[in-house]
């Protein structure tokens, strides 16, 4: 059973997971905003101090693709690049909505569509829709709740709304066939699973290449500073 660190840090939260297989070793997680850069590094050794392994045991690194957090993205895929580097192991890219989805699907177990939201500011949320299968059914897109959203999907299905951006969804959207289930949140555990999926099925990514799926542009202001 192959040995992999999972990274998660496409939101708010800084989520580090030593997995062994399916077997969750170790997991570390910070919920304070703006800490990736100061927790990452220290949370790794954490893992791997409260575990049997080493770093140079791995054989392999997960990290969460995205969408989210611009700069959490870029700490999460450097510091999982420059372990694959430095190891010579593979890289495994695990998509943010999917795993939030699939978590989501675990707790609930029920016949339904599976709609995880990653907040981004306002009513706009990160989301797709996914079937019990984690199958695609809407593409994953930045989307403004509306109160009409997903009338289509609530034609035919229940939908479970996942991910630190449902708890938006009651504002918006009063039907019946609407689920929240907004304690499943991003998280490295989250990823283990499909991580040990693409592992066995060879599925890695090029280290020197692979970005994160940002799906929007970086929300950058400009200072009023005078200079």
């Known amino acids: 059973m192959p040995l992999i660190l999972n ?12 997995s062994k297989g399916n077997q969750v070793l170790s997991c570390i997680e910070s919920f304070e905003n703006n800490s990736h850069a100061s927790n990452i590094s220290i949370f790794i050794e954490k893992v791997f101090l409260e575990s049997s392994y080493q ?42 909505l999917a795993s939030i989805a699939r978590a989501a699907i675990k707790l609930k177990s029920i016949d339904a569509l599976y709609c995880p939201m990653i907040d981004a500011r ?22 403004i709740l509306q109160q009409d959203s997903f009338g289509k999907f609530f034609d035919t299905h229940n939908i479970v709304f996942c991910g630190n951006g449902s708890s938006k969804v009651p504002q918006m959207i009063d039907h019946p066939k609407a689920i929240i289930c907004d304690d499943i949140l991003c998280s490295s555990k989250h990823l283990v699973p499909l991580a040990i999926k693409a592992y066995e099925e060879q599925n890695f990514s090029d280290i020197a290449y692979s970005t994160p799926f940002y799906l929007k542009s970086p929300n950058i202001t400009k200072s009023k500073k005078r200079l």
């Open 55 to 96: 770093l140079t045991d791995l054989d392999a690194v997960a990290v969460s693709t995205g969408p989210g957090s611009y700069t959490g993205l870029r700490i999460g895929y450097s510091t999982a690049k420059g372990i694959c580097y430095s190891l010579n192991i593979p890289l495994i890219e695990v998509d943010t």
């Open 7 to 18: 990274i998660e840090t496409s939101t708010q939260i800084c989520s580090i997971t030593l």
């Open 122 to 143: 306002r009513m706009e949320v990160y989301t797709a829709i996914y079937d019990i299968d984690v199958k695609e059914i809407l593409q994953k897109q930045a989307y």
